[in-house]
């Protein structure tokens, strides 16, 4: 299985800061990597897929990079909704796995 | 576009339940539907999928529930079915069905509200 890991694990910040989440892949896993945002008690919502294009009706403050095994989510300047639980999720092999998670907070 | 899963409930160890997922708003026949599950103040689990029937209606299940759990769909319903087996406490979590529009590649852009799984004495 492709063991997916987040850094950090949570995550301190102030509304307007940019912030940086990422993600290891255990191997190679192209681009097929996705970045959803979780907030309590709701469903995951798709933010960003194969790694750099953002989905419809998500604000282009979200952007992702990377290829191979070493990939980021960037939130250009946070904005009050932003304050949530990212994570990342490989579709390139099964079993799909996701990384732990990155709660984002405000400081 | 929307899932809508039904089901959950309290259930004891070693007990069953089905869940189901009701889609509209796609062409749900050549979808391949997941779940995915999360524990209580837990991460995001794939549960497993199952693929479309032109795909060959195959199954693929996360270890946690490989020979407990099984997938199937009924497309003239439109709907995706869990049946779960054999239950323990760690099965305790929040169940999504979830599908991919685009294809299995590129992120889970539907997701269902979530039904509640307690499996407890």
């Known amino acids: 299985d492709i063991q997916m890991t987040q850094s950090p694990s949570s995550l301190s910040a102030s509304v307007g800061d940019r912030v940086t989440i990422t993600c290891r892949a255990s191997?190679?896993?192209?681009?097929?990597l996705n970045w959803y945002q979780q907030n309590p008690g709701k469903a995951p919502k798709l933010l960003i897929f194969?790694?750099?294009s953002l989905q419809s009706g998500v604000p282009s403050r979200f952007s992702g990079s990377g290829s191979g095994t070493d990939f980021t989510l960037t939130i250009g300047s946070l904005q009050p909704e932003d304050f949530a639980t990212y994570y990342c999720?490989?579709?390139?092999?099964?079993?799909?796995?996701f990384g732990q998670g990155t709660r984002l907070e405000i400081k | 576009v929307q899932l809508v899963e039904s089901g959950g409930g309290l259930v004891k160890p070693g007990g069953s339940l089905r869940l189901s997922c009701a889609a509209s708003?796609?062409?749900?026949?050549?979808?391949?539907m997941n779940w995915v599950r999360q524990a209580p103040g837990k991460g995001l689990e794939w549960v497993g999928r199952?693929?479309?029937?032109?795909?060959?209606?195959?199954?693929d299940y996360a270890a946690p529930v490989k020979g407990r759990f099984t997938f199937s769909r009924d497309d003239s319903k439109n709907t995706l079915y869990l049946q779960m087996n054999s239950l323990k406490t760690e099965d305790t979590a929040v169940y999504y069905c979830?599908?991919?529009?685009?294809?299995?590649?590129?992120?889970?852009?539907?997701w269902g509200q979530g039904t509640t799984v307690t499996v407890s004495s």
């Open positions: 999720q490989q579709t390139y092999s099964s079993p799909v796995t």
């Open positions: 194969a790694a750099s």
């Open positions: 979830t599908t991919a529009l685009r294809g299995r590649y590129y992120g889970m852009d539907v």
């Open positions: 199952i693929k479309s029937k032109t795909d060959g209606g195959t199954t």
């Open positions: 191997q190679s896993i192209n681009s097929y």
């Open positions: 708003g796609f062409t749900f026949n050549t979808a391949w």
